[in-house]
T-cell receptor, first 116, second 111 residues
Framework: ETGVTQSPTHLIKTRGQQVTLRCSSQ?????VSWYQQALGQGPQFIFQ???????GRGNFPPRFSGLQFPNYSSELNVNALELDDSALYLC???????????????FGNGTRLTVT | KNEVEQSPQNLTAQEGEFITINCSYS?????LHWLQQHPGGGIVSLFM???GKKKHGRLIATINIQEKHSSLHITASHPRDSAVYIC?????????????FGAGTILRVKS
């Protein structure tokens, strides 16, 4: 059973650029959720993907977008990067959308994005 | 006011001490998760609770649904327990599919 893997681990971008972060979900999991964690804070929900469709979104602007592929891996895209986008981006996979109500969570190690 | 409050924010303990971290939330929930985050960033799930108490090794988690409060206890603490401990709540009625997280408690155990 493979765990959740994220790439890259670290990334440095310039304000205004675009970035794509990747997440491979745990084997058998069809749902991926993305979170942003600023320094010293808890993770904030960005959005969730289930069966290649967005299935819930947090309070993030449209320049944060995502994709989920048939193999359930996922991408997070951020356009027009701002300094405040500097954070750790985490993805978590689950068996189904509602399984955080009754199953443990499976997180990747995150991608640390620095915007200069 | 944050929807999920943790206390303390920072905690330094001596090896062997009994540690308690608290989590309070404001809405009815279906589950509460305790998570451990090490300096590299990766998050490990410790417990998922909807009622009562769970124990795993030196870790114990309790929840009081009526009081909207949960605690994580670490017995015989060890320097390798040093990490950030985060609680997160799931409430389909209030939050849909998303989890809401506390800001975390930074624990340092000294030898």
């Amino acid at each position: 059973e493979t765990g959740v893997t994220q790439s890259p681990t670290h990334l440095i971008k310039t304000r205004g650029q675009q970035v794509t972060l990747r997440c491979s979900s745990q084997s058998g999991h069809n749902t991926v959720s993305w979170y942003q964690q600023a320094l010293g804070q808890g993770p904030q929900f960005i959005f969730q993907y289930y069966r290649e469709e967005e299935n819930g979104r947090g309070n993030f602007p449209p320049r944060f977008s995502g994709l989920q592929f048939p193999n359930y891996s996922s991408e997070l895209n951020v356009n027009a990067l701002e300094l405040d986008d500097s954070a750790l981006y985490l993805c978590a996979s689950s068996l189904r959308p509602g399984s955080s109500y009754n199953s443990p969570l499976h997180f990747g190690n995150g991608t640390r994005l620095t915007v200069t | 006011k944050n929807e999920v409050e943790q206390s303390p924010q920072n905690l330094t303990a001596q090896e062997g001490e009994f540690i308690t971290i608290n989590c309070s939330y404001s809405v009815g929930i279906s589950a509460l998760h305790w998570l451990q985050q090490h300096p590299g960033g990766g998050i490990v799930s410790l417990f998922m609770l909807s009622s009562g108490k769970k124990k795993h090794g030196r870790l114990i988690a309790t929840i009081n649904i009526q009081e909207k409060h949960s605690s994580l206890h670490i017995t015989a603490s060890h320097p390798r327990d040093s990490a950030v401990y985060i609680c997160a709540v799931a409430s389909p009625l209030e939050y849909g599919n998303k989890l809401v997280f506390g800001a975390g408690t930074i624990l340092r155990v000294k030898s």
